[in-house]
Nanobody, 122 residues
């Protein structure tokens, strides 16, 4: 069974840092041409956060540029999201998926994992 499992979330004060992990099982990570991180804040739609493709530069949502860094460690079958200088508006459930777009993933797959909760207090 192919699974992507997110972890690393928590409660942090504004200005703090967290490192999220997305571990793949049942498949090798480099089988996916791209892996993305997404988030959903309370009462808001899920949005793209960052994406790392096998080629080309990573993509970042303008709201997180300069603060978040996505990286892939194929040897560990894991994708990371380093989040620095966190803001209260970064609060939400964070998900990883083999896509760079929520719209694309919802259209062609539509099955999300449980995600990991990130809460940033002011």
């Amino acid at each position: 069974q192919v699974q992507l499992v997110e972890s690393g979330g928590g409660l942090v004060q504004a200005g703090g840092s967290l490192r999220l992990s997305c571990v793949a099982s049942g498949i090798t990570l480099d089988s996916y041409p791209s892996i993305g991180w997404f988030r959903q804040a309370p009462e808001k739609e899920r949005e793209d956060v960052a994406c790392a493709a096998n080629s080309g530069s990573p993509y970042y949502n303008d709201a997180v540029k300069g603060r978040f860094t996505i990286s892939r460690d194929n040897a560990k079958n894991t994708v990371f999201l380093q989040m620095n200088n966190l803001k209260p508006e970064d609060t939400g459930v964070y998900y990883c998926a083999p896509a760079c777009s929520v719209t694309y993933y919802d259209t062609f797959v539509g099955s999300w994992g449980q995600g990991t909760q990130v809460t940033v207090s002011s």
